[in-house]
């Protein structure tokens, strides 16, 4: 009989449920830290939208009234009106704010 140099079921087995056993205890962290992240940017998107909006004061010597002034004049860029969350940026007296 020749010796077949190959995994056998069992062994197969054992790396998939040390794979499961993994992917179980790293799904859940995961998942927890993107909601921090998404978080983190939208703070971020609006401290660049709060930015934007003292440029344009410089620059047009007023302030916008609305988060499309600064998309149509090219101070952000379309589907910056949004954050990752998915909640709208709108401006309130002069500041961003993520509603």
Same mark, same amino acid.
């Given at each position: 009989? &020749? ?13 998939? *449920?040390?794979?499961?056993?993994? *992917?179980? $205890?790293? *799904?859940?962290? $995961?998942?927890? &830290? ?13 401290? $660049? ?22 998309? =149509? ?12 969350? =998915? ?13």
């Amino acid at each position: 009989m &020749k010796k077949r140099n190959a995994f056998t079921i069992l062994e197969m087995m054992i790396v998939m *449920l040390v794979i499961a056993v993994v *992917l179980m $205890i790293t *799904l859940p962290n $995961i998942q927890q &830290k993107e909601k921090i992240i998404r978080d983190k940017g939208c703070s971020a998107l609006l401290e $660049i939208v709060n930015s934007q909006i003292m440029l344009y004061e410089i620059d047009e010597g007023q302030t916008p009234t609305d988060i499309y002034e600064l998309i =149509h004049k090219g101070y952000l860029k379309e589907g910056q009106n949004e954050c990752p969350d =998915h909640r709208e940026v709108i401006i309130v007296d002069g500041q961003a704010q993520a509603n």
